[in-house]
């Protein structure tokens, strides 16, 4: 059973454009959402992160948009660049808990040129 | 520069061997894992460790393990290589889930 339940698998995107990646979640007791970018051959890294006390957070030409009553998630790239082509993985976890932390399954993001 | 590494990057092997591959950080992090990345199943977490001599069971324990000698180092077992075991292995090490993990680069392991 999967924690985290992420969408679209993969995602085509004009340079230029805005990608949008969701994710949610059932398990209510969930407290911290990050965000983590992997590219190809290397491990995943940090991208940016938000609490459920807020309803967004932006970093850049990245957003997070959280909505707790849906229980979902969602990272937003601004006007998206080939070099943001990459995997993204939401996670989420409780109490701060390293042994309940709970990765999506991946989105695969082209950036066209 | 601190970095964290993983050796062997690619590893073929035979089932029902063992396996050990090899992680160091010089983070000096207390916090050390093992994940595995399969397509569909995002990142798993396989064993942990929050210091020297403590290791913790993750969601996927079975026929792996880890032993923790040092801060720098989490070598990950597998016992009896099983096909299913066919993956690529990540190590990480982490100060707290608000700095995030800091991912090695990976071990492809394939079980034939």
């Known amino acids: 059973q999967q924690q985290v339940k992420q969408s679209p698998q993969s995602l085509i995107v004009q340079k230029g454009g805005i990608s949008i990646i969701n994710c949610a979640y059932e398990?209510?007791?969930?407290?911290?959402f990050p965000w983590y970018q992997q590219f190809p051959g290397k491990g995943p890294a940090l991208l940016i992160a938000i609490r459920p006390d807020v309803s967004e957070k932006k970093e850049g030409r990245f957003t997070i948009s959280f909505n707790k009553s849906a229980k979902q998630f969602s990272l937003h790239i601004m006007d998206s660049q080939p070099g943001d082509s990459a995997t993204y993985f939401c996670?989420?976890?409780?109490?701060?808990?390293?042994?309940?932390?709970?990765f999506g399954s991946g989105t695969k993001l082209n950036v066209k040129p | 520069d601190a970095e964290i590494t993983q050796s062997p990057r690619h590893k073929i092997t035979e089932t029902g061997r063992q396996v050990t591959l090899a992680c160091h950080q010089t983070?000096?992090?207390?916090?050390m894992f093992w994940y595995r990345q399969d397509l569909g199943h995002g990142l798993r977490l396989i064993h942990y460790?929050?210091?020297?001599?403590?290791?913790n069971k993750g969601e996927v324990s079975d026929g792996y393990s880890v032993s923790r000698s040092n801060t720098e180092d989490l070598p990950l077992t597998l016992e009896s290589a099983a096909s299913s075991q066919t993956s690529v292995y990540f190590c990480?090490?982490?100060?707290?889930?608000?700095?995030?993990?800091?991912f090695g680069s990976g071990t492809r392991l394939t079980v034939v």
């Open positions: 983070w000096n992090h207390n916090n």
């Open positions: 996670a989420a976890s409780r109490q701060y808990n390293f042994n309940k932390f709970y």
């Open positions: 460790s929050y210091g020297v001599q403590d290791t």
């Open positions: 398990n209510t007791a969930f407290d911290y």
């Open positions: 990480a090490s982490s100060e707290s889930i608000w700095d995030g993990y800091t």
